[in-house]
T-cell receptor
Framework: GDSVTQMEGPVTLSEEAFLTINCTYTATGYPSLFWYVQYPGEGLQLLLKATKADDKGSNKGFEATYRKETTSFHLEKGSVQVSDSAVYFCALSYNFNKFYFGSGTKLNVKP | GAGVSQSPRYKVAKRGQDVALRCDPISGHVSLFWYQQALGQGPEFLTYFQNEAQLDKSGLPSDRFFAERPEGSVSTLKIQRTQQEDSAVYLC?????????????FGPGTRLTVL
């Protein structure tokens, strides 16, 4: 079946540190891949997406590359800020009608 | 309102009670989704509507769960004879188009606690 696996959190970093949150997927076809973010007290928001292999999604300094050969979509940011503290969810979808989410990774950034 | 709204935000029910959770999507959005998010987990798909048509209900965990969107706008998720395992946050999301590359906008969720 289709599923997404994320690294467990929480991840705690100092401000300006480099961030990687690992995401791997299992898919029966060729899905689109997504990162969603949930800031404290807010709803889920789309952070970035990639719709085919080797595509790179980017937004707000975050990047993720769709790697078909390793079935991965790792989230990276070169220099995190305190305001990046949130829960990050990796997800996949084939037709944008049904999404499969990972269990989420909490990021804490300390000043 | 600019975003997806859900009501109530919090609901406490005794085991065996029926509950109804409401979702008001963004006006004009064709697609509407319901998800269940257990504590410490990611959202799990429950059902999908395109306008008033329920095109996918494969994620509904049992026949105690029922969703409707009779006029293609507001949707209600009903849970009959609630059980403790139904305790979760229920998320609603909507998107403007159907089945294409389009952003889902999520509501704040309804936290259901079954005692």
């Amino acid at each position: 079946g289709d599923s997404v696996t994320q690294m467990e959190g929480p991840v705690t970093l100092s401000e300006e540190a480099f961030l990687t949150i690992n995401c791997t997927y299992t898919a029966t076809g060729y899905p689109s891949l997504f990162w969603y973010v949930q800031y404290p007290g807010e709803g889920l928001q789309l952070l970035l997406k990639a719709t085919k292999a080797d595509d790179k999604g980017s937004n707000k300094g975050f990047e993720a590359t769709y790697r078909k050969e390793t079935t991965s979509f790792h989230l990276e940011k070169g220099s995190v800020q305190v305001s990046d503290s949130a829960v990050y969810f990796c997800a996949l979808s084939y037709n944008f009608n049904k999404f499969y989410f990972g269990s989420g990774t909490k990021l804490n950034v300390k000043p | 309102g600019a975003g997806v709204s859900q009501s109530p935000r919090y609901k406490v029910a005794k085991r065996g009670q029926d509950v109804a959770l409401r979702c008001d999507p963004i006006s004009g959005h064709v697609s509407l989704f319901w998800y269940q998010q257990a504590l410490g987990q990611g959202p799990e798909f429950l059902t999908y509507f395109q306008n008033e048509a329920q095109l996918d209900k494969s994620g509904l965990p049992s026949d105690r769960f029922f969703a409707e969107r009779p006029e293609g706008s507001v949707s209600t998720l009903k849970i009959q004879r609630t059980q403790q395992e139904d305790s979760a946050v229920y998320l609603c999301a909507s998107s403007l188009k159907a089945g294409v590359q389009d952003t889902q906008y999520f509501g704040p969720g309804t936290r259901l606690t079954v005692l």
